[in-house]
């Protein structure tokens, strides 16, 4: 069945510090692979996401590329901000049913 | 606004006593789910629904009940809550859409605690 595998956490990064949170996927067929996140006592929210194969999503200076060859879906960002610090999931969604990765704890320090 | 609302947001409850967790979205979402979040597991689905009266077990459904009489509710009923399902529930909606997959919105969340 389709699964979702992403780096364990937490990770703490000082402010201004390159960003890389690692996802890989299985999956049958051509799913659609998100990045969520959520704040402190909230739901998750879309951070952003691509349908197909070399699609790249972006959102807030995050970025991730669909990459098929590699059956990854790897989250960047180029200069993190304190106001980053959240859960961060990946998810891919095949048919009715959407599955996500154990989700990563981003912490960054002023 | 669009949204999907949960309530309660919290819930503290004996074991044995049946309680409900009611979900309402307006969007006119075809598709909706229930999860569960536990720490290191991520979420797991509980149910989800495809539209009005069609229901189906997800990866963890033992323990729950859902139903879905009207396309913008999906209520989450617990009939004998137990210990073990003491956590952090959200439920969800999406749309089939013309863009392929198009992702989730998700509720604010329930934490319900089985004593």
């Known amino acids: 069945g389709n699964s979702v595998t992403q780096m364990e956490g937490p990770v703490t990064l000082s402010e201004e510090a390159f960003l890389t949170i690692n996802c890989t996927y299985t999956?049958?067929?051509?799913?659609?692979l998100f990045w969520y996140v959520q704040y402190p006592g909230e739901g998750l929210q879309l951070l952003l996401k691509?349908?197909?194969?070399?699609d790249k999503g972006s959102n807030k200076g995050f970025e991730a590329t669909y990459r098929k060859e590699t059956t990854s879906f790897h989250l960047e960002k180029g200069s993190v901000q304190v106001s980053d610090s959240a859960v961060y999931f990946c998810?891919?969604?095949?048919?009715?049913?959407?599955?996500f990765g154990a989700g990563t704890r981003l912490f960054v320090k002023a | 606004e669009a949204q999907v609302t949960q309530n309660p947001r919290y819930l503290i409850t004996v074991t044995g006593k049946k309680l409900t967790v009611t979900c309402s979205q307006n969007?006119?979402?075809?598709?909706m789910s229930w999860y569960r979040q536990d720490p290191g597991l991520g979420l797991r689905q509980i149910y989800y629904?495809?539209?009005?009266?069609?229901?189906d077990k997800g990866d963890v459904p033992e323990g729950y009940k859902v139903s879905r009489k009207e396309k913008r509710n999906f209520p989450l009923i617990l009939e004998s809550p137990s210990p073990n399902q003491t956590s952090l529930y959200f439920c969800?909606?999406?749309?089939?859409?013309?863009?392929?997959?198009?992702?989730?919105?998700f509720g604010q969340g329930t934490r319900l605690t089985v004593v």
């Open positions: 969800a909606s999406s749309s089939p859409g013309t863009d392929r997959y198009t992702e989730a919105f």
């Open positions: 999956a049958t067929g051509y799913p659609s």
């Open positions: 691509a349908t197909k194969a070399d």
């Open positions: 998810a891919l969604t095949g048919g009715f049913k959407t599955i």
């Open positions: 969007m006119n979402h075809e598709y």
């Open positions: 629904s495809m539209n009005v009266e069609v229901t």
